[in-house]
Structures are given as structure tokens and as C-alpha cells.
T-cell receptor, first 117, second 118 residues
């Protein structure tokens, strides 16, 4: 158990819908990262937050957005869902600033498996 | 060009034998980090080992060691004395520091599926 929690574990929804994935980082971790793992694209970095502030964006679609709240939990919002959005979405956390020495190790949550029908 | 290349889609090894999973990387940064993660069939990503670009010694964590050859830009994972529970997908990843505001992201390879047989 990494200490990172993600809810829900599974999510099944229809095209065009909107969903919210939630992540609670390990106690004391200030950085949160979101990744998408799909069969065709592999594991891809989406977005990163540090202490409530967005620090980096990867291959995140405009239909997707995220935020990190004052209590450090984070939410990933996916809207106008398409079949191709079906994937495993991971949240990871690390202790310090993304560019600091303690950012070396990212602890991953169990993931949310999203199925879009 | 791909930043992380794992050329072995699948590997087979017998229990108790050692196995090497290959990883090559591409970066122009001087400061970077290399990671290996394990993903069993249950889906979670488990951190195994880390190597910093300035670390002179190869990283070791129990049965895992990282064979870091900086000039060749390779960071192979060596698992000694394989166990049945080692059967999983293994991902190599690289952290590069950002150039403007200061950030780091992980770029993953496509993974190698390791199957350990009795």
C-alpha cells in the first residue's frame, strides 16, 4: 500500500458524460501527478500540481482539467467523454517540490479504471 | 525520437535465475533521474529503484539492481534470483528537470512483460 488513495476504483459511463476522479496523496506529500495508461498510448503524464499550484502539463486534452485543493487532495475532471478516453488513470504523489531532491520517488495510487461505453 | 526505449516486449525466465530488462534513454539534460516500476496484473504501479544521473554507484534495492551506463544512455534493471511473484510488467521511466519554472515529469517506456516459470 503506497499510501496514495484514489476513488472510485472503477467507473463505467457513457460517451458525452463528465466524470471526476479523486486522489488523496500520501500524508505530507505536497506534489500530485496524474497519469493515463491506455493500451495504445501506454503510460502518459497528464498534469502536475505542487501545493495547490499547477506546475506542469503533459499530454492532457482540453476536455480534461484538474485541481489541487488546500487539503492537498486532487481531482481530475474528464468531460465530453469519448470511447478513446477509456483507460487506467493513476495519481502519484511525492514529498517535496517537483524539482527538489525529494521528488525523486513518486508513489502511485491503485488507479481508477474508466470505461466509456 | 522516443525518450525511453524498452526493446523487449516480453521476457521469460526460470525461477531462481537472474534476468536483465533493457532500457535506453534519450535526454540532453545533465541532471535527470531514472526509475523502474513494476506493474503486476492487479494494476498498481510499484516503485522499485532509482538512479540519479550524478550517482557514481549503481543503485541496488534488495534483489533489484540498476546497471547504469551513462555514456551508452542505458539503465538496465537486473533482477537476481527471480521469483514467481516477479511476473509483471516492468516500466523504465526518466525524470527530467524543467527549464523554466522548475518542474519534473516522468516519461515512461512501453514496458517489458516478465514471466517467471517454475
Amino acid at each position: 500500500d503506497s499510501g496514495v488513495t484514489q476513488t472510485p476504483k472503477h467507473l463505467i459511463t457513457a460517451t458525452g458524460q463528465r466524470v471526476t476522479l479523486r486522489c488523496s496523496p500520501r500524508s505530507g506529500d505536497l506534489s500530485v501527478y496524474w497519469y493515463q495508461q491506455s493500451l495504445d498510448q501506454g503510460l502518459q503524464f497528464l498534469i502536475q500540481y505542487y501545493n495547490g499550484e499547477e506546475r506542469a502539463k503533459g499530454n492532457i486534452l482540453e476536455r480534461f482539467s484538474a485541481q489541487q485543493f488546500p487539503d492537498l487532495h486532487s481531482e481530475l475532471n474528464l468531460s465530453s467523454l469519448e470511447l478513446g478516453d477509456s483507460a487506467l488513470y493513476f495519481c502519484a504523489s511525492s514529498r517535496g517540490a517537483p524539482d527538489g531532491p525529494t521528488a525523486n520517488e513518486q508513489f502511485f495510487g491503485p488507479g481508477t479504471r474508466l470505461t466509456v461505453l | 525520437a522516443q525518450k525511453i526505449t524498452q526493446t523487449q516486449p516480453g521476457m521469460f525466465v526460470q525461477e531462481k535465475e537472474a534476468v536483465t530488462l533493457d532500457c535506453t534513454y534519450d535526454t540532453s539534460d545533465q541532471s535527470y533521474g531514472l526509475f523502474w516500476y513494476k506493474q503486476p496484473s492487479s494494476g498498481e504501479m510499484i516503485f522499485l529503484i532509482y538512479q540519479g544521473s550524478y550517482d557514481e554507484q549503481n543503485a541496488t534495492e534488495g534483489r533489484y539492481s540498476l546497471n547504469f551506463q551513462k555514456a551508452r544512455k542505458s539503465a538496465n534493471l537486473v533482477i537476481s534470483a527471480s521469483q514467481l511473484g516477479d511476473s509483471a510488467m516492468y516500466f523504465c521511466a526518466m525524470r527530467e528537470a524543467g527549464r523554466d519554472s522548475g518542474y519534473s515529469t516522468l516519461t515512461f517506456g512501453k514496458g517489458t512483460m516478465l514471466l517467471v516459470s517454475p
